[in-house]
């Protein structure tokens, strides 16, 4: 089992704090993991853009190391390349919504 972990600032609800993010490689799934400073551990929110690309980079590091394997590496950046489609689609969204409102 591989995983990753950082501390990241969360601004959810207004409310600014700590975030701690894990993510966990285990049975070729990643497995996401979010606490707040309430202490609970929120297992079904969605990570955000920012956070794949917070994951890539230290798997990026690790496997230049020769401490990852280039097949979670490649997990990992199929993710990320999902994550940015995804945000450029719900931008396209927006901008959409906004032209059909403004007419």
């Not at 929110?45 to 890539?56: G, S, T, V």
């Not at 999902?82 to 403004?102: E, G, K, N, P, V």
């Amino acid at each position: 089992m591989i995983f990753f972990e950082w501390k990241t600032q969360s601004s959810d609800d207004g409310k600014r704090g700590e975030l701690l993010v894990r993510v966990t490689h285990f049975a070729k799934k990643l497995k996401w993991q979010f606490r707040e400073q309430s202490g609970h551990w929120d297992y079904g929110r969605e990570p955000e853009l920012a956070h794949w690309e917070k994951l890539h980079s230290q798997a990026r590091a690790r496997y230049q190391r020769g401490k990852l394997d280039y097949k979670i590496l490649q997990l990992i950046e199929r993710g990320l390349a999902d994550a940015r489609r995804q945000t450029q689609t719900t931008q396209i969204d927006q901008l959409s919504m906004r032209d059909d409102s403004a007419d």
